[in-house]
């Protein structure tokens, strides 16, 4: 037999992500139809680029999250963050569903009553609201979550001049195991902070005290720090059992759950290796039921995710603009969605797939919004195949605060569609335009017109 020839081994840097057991994965199909709409037929209809929420989607990202609850602890209620995306047609998918209202501000109170949540599903969090916020949601009866101690002697104080009990909690920040804590909102648990309001609130007898809230932090990848923040509510909650023989009503774990998006500089894509809603569940609810309270008299259980009951549903539709070799030889694509509309591209890899069917040839690409700012990237790093201009590309998990944090900057943001489970398309924001943005500039007289 013939000796086997000497073959040198070589590395080769792969910098686009995990190759699979046939080397790199080039096995997505294009995203020709979303919902069973066709992405040519939206584009013609509302232009490009284009945001697409999948009401489908919504809905049984809801129900997945709302069962890995409700099969593990008899009285579980969600409420939907706000600032995750506060357009009103996406609110009210989740209200349809049973979700309460979760908001950060005075501004997002108002939109959660026009959009006719009852006041009493109402929670009312963050560090910033004013005297008459407090005023306007305490006599609605809503729920109110003291930030700090300016917040809750603002609030004892108001309460003399109410016709009814402020219904209140506090929002508690702890060492979960997870770092940097997020100790900037709330009072803190180890340190005592968090006893000394329970005990100004129950001995002051201005506020009435119906629960506990924590909120960890966001796209939290260890399931476990949530067993931890829970045993530490219940141990909050037992403690007031037994100090001042009261009982709270709930105890709410906030949001933060991991959507399926990938964290830039993972190894693995997040929709393989985050954690899922049974994981966040099993860790909640084991934690509450282990705890000491009785059977009976287990609290309500308030979860205020945000993040990963919608991000799967948000597309962006997107055209190629140009391509273009860099200085290295290396592929670039310029496409007509930059960082204005996808803020998340700075902390996540969202997938991106080609609209129309594509040849086998791929090559590593970088992706670069149109915006006239070198920070404008979309993808640093992404196998593609290659791309003409004009080609339709679709973004994919974009509908965590992209429709909240976007920019009116260089551009206009353009329209927002919602499909609906029979494969309609509806606008549920209109594009901005010149007019509609220069309607709030003001000019003073002796700067109009260039002499
Ligand atoms: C932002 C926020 C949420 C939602 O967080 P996600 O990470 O999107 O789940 C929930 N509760 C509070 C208090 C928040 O500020």
Redesign the pocket.
């Known amino acids: 037999m013939e000796k086997k020839r000497y073959e040198r081994p070589h590395i080769v840097k792969l910098d686009s992500g995990m190759p699979g057991k046939f080397g790199m994965r080039n096995d997505s199909p294009p995203t020709t139809h979303i919902d069973g709409v066709a992405v040519t037929e939206l584009v013609e209809k509302y232009g490009s680029p284009l945001f697409v929420i999948s009401e489908h989607t919504i809905r049984s990202t809801y129900r997945k999250a709302y069962k890995a609850f409700s099969t593990r602890y008899p009285k579980v209620q969600f ?1 939907w ?1 706000y ?2 995306n506060y357009l009103p047609a996406v609110c009210n998918v989740f209200h349809q569903e049973g979700s309460w209202a ?1 908001v ?1 501000s005075g501004f997002e109170y108002d939109k959660a009553l026009a959009n006719g949540v009852d006041p009493g599903k109402i ?1 009312f ?2 560090p910033g609201k004013t005297a008459s916020e407090l005023m306007k949601a305490a006599e609605n009866g809503s729920l109110i ?1 003291i930030d700090h101690l300016d917040e809750l002697y603002l609030l004892t104080d108001l309460a003399g001049e109410m016709k009814r009990k402020p219904l209140v909690a506090i ?1 508690v920040n702890m060492d979960t195991g997870i770092y940097p804590m997020w100790d900037r ?1 709330g009072f803190n648990y180890e340190n005592g902070q968090a006893w000394d309001a329970l005990n100004k609130i129950m001995l002051s007898g201005k506020l009435e005290l119906v629960g506990l ?1 924590t ?1 960890i ?4 990848l260890g399931a476990n720090a949530y067993g931890v923040a829970a045993s530490k509510l219940a141990d909050l909650a037992l403690g007031l059992q037994q100090k001042f023989n009261h009982t709270i009503r709930y105890i ?1 774990m ?4 991991a ?1 399926k998006n990938t964290l830039k500089g993972s190894y693995l894509p997040g929709a393989d290796t985050n954690p899922t809603f049974d994981d966040y569940a099993e860790a909640i609810t084991t934690a509450l039921v282990n705890s000491g309270f009785k059977p009976e008299s287990l609290p309500l259980l308030i979860l ?7 991000d799967e549903a948000g597309y962006i539709i997107t055209s190629v603009l140009a391509n273009k070799r860099l200085s290295t030889g290396r592929r670039a694509t310029i496409i007509d969605a930059g960082v204005n509309l996808l803020f998340t591209a700075f902390w996540y890899q969202h997938p991106v797939t080609p609209a129309q069917g594509f040849s086998q040839y791929r090559e590593e690409n970088t992706i670069y919004g149109p915006l006239c700012m070198n920070i404008d990237c979309v993808r640093e790093s992404i196998n593609l195949p290659l791309l003409n201009k004009g080609d339709k590309l679709v973004i994919h998990y974009t509908g ?2 992209n429709l909240t944090q976007w920019m009116q900057f260089i551009t206009l943001r353009p329209n927002v569609v919602i499909i609906d489970p029979d494969g309609t398309a509806h606008l549920i924001r209109q594009n901005e335009s010149n007019d509609s943005v220069s309607s709030l500039e003001k000019t003073p007289d002796y700067l109009i017109g260039i002499k």
Request: hydrophobic fraction near 35%; charged fraction near 20%.
């Open positions: 409420a963050s600032k995750t979760e950060v929670i969090n963050g979550h929002r909102f809230h909120h932090g966001t796209f939290i709410d906030g949001g933060g759950f959507s205020e995710t945000g993040r990963a009951l919608i965590a605060y």
